[in-house]
């Protein structure tokens, strides 16, 4: 499988700020997914980022809040800005890999905390 | 939208045992996966099963798709696999690799 790297890995912010959050794939991939965790809950996808293309986000997320760069096809940030304590959450890119790419698999992710 | 639950929603098992967790989905899909999430939040892949019956190891895990359902059964349980398993699936028509998280299953095992 790919080898998926985040940064940072985790992180403490004041509120008001913004982070911006990095993934890198060792392979070229089309697409390239966020998603987000809060605390004690499942995932959520924030967005698909295609390269050469605006990102296209899940309802309730929106591109103010949560910009997304995809540079390349191995390569995309996602920043939160803005941020709240409702923030805190932890944030998580995959891609699809294997036999036509079916198969999704996840960077360790970057656990988020807002104060 | 696509609804996936998963059940049960908590379980604690005695070191050794054998479990069953469930997962139900409301519609066609073209992709399965189940995951295991470790206490640091790192998502391991454990099965890619859109449909049929795969074993590695301790773990198994059987999708059927007419009925829309996933079962992943893990038997001898050890402490290591304490953490929450997720399930996953693709609407069929989307992208394979965009998924839909279940509510998630919490698995604590005692030594």
């Known amino acids: 499988s790919a080898v998926i790297s985040q940064k940072p890995s985790r992180d403490i912010c004041q509120r008001g700020t913004s982070l911006t959050i990095q993934c890198q794939v060792d392979s070229q991939v089309t697409m390239m997914f966020w998603y987000r965790q809060q605390p004690g809950q499942s995932l959520t996808l924030i967005a698909t980022?295609?390269?050469?293309?605006?990102?296209?986000?899940e309802s309730g997320f929106v591109i103010d809040k949560f910009p997304i760069s995809r540079p390349n096809l191995t390569f995309s940030t996602l920043t939160v800005s803005n941020m709240s304590p409702e923030d805190s959450s932890i944030y998580l890119c995959?891609?699809?890999?294997?036999?036509?790419?079916?198969?999704?698999?996840f960077g360790q992710g970057t656990r988020l905390t807002v104060v | 939208g696509i609804q996936v639950e998963q059940s049960p929603p908590d379980l604690i098992l005695q070191e050794g045992a054998n479990s069953t967790l469930r997962c139900n989905f409301s519609d066609s899909v073209n992709n399965l996966q189940w995951f295991h999430q470790n206490p640091w939040g790192q998502l391991i892949n454990l099965f890619y099963i859109p449909s049929g019956t795969k074993q590695n190891g301790r773990l198994s895990a059987t999708t059927v798709a007419t009925e829309r359902y996933s079962l992943l059964y893990i038997s001898s349980s050890q402490t290591t696999d304490s953490g929450v398993y997720f399930c996953a699936v693709a609407v069929k028509g989307g992208a394979t690799n965009k998924l839909i998280f279940g509510t998630g299953t919490l698995l604590a095992v005692q030594p």
């Open positions: 995959s891609v699809g890999q294997g036999a036509r790419n079916t198969e999704a698999f």
């Open positions: 980022a295609n390269q050469g293309s605006e990102a296209t986000y």
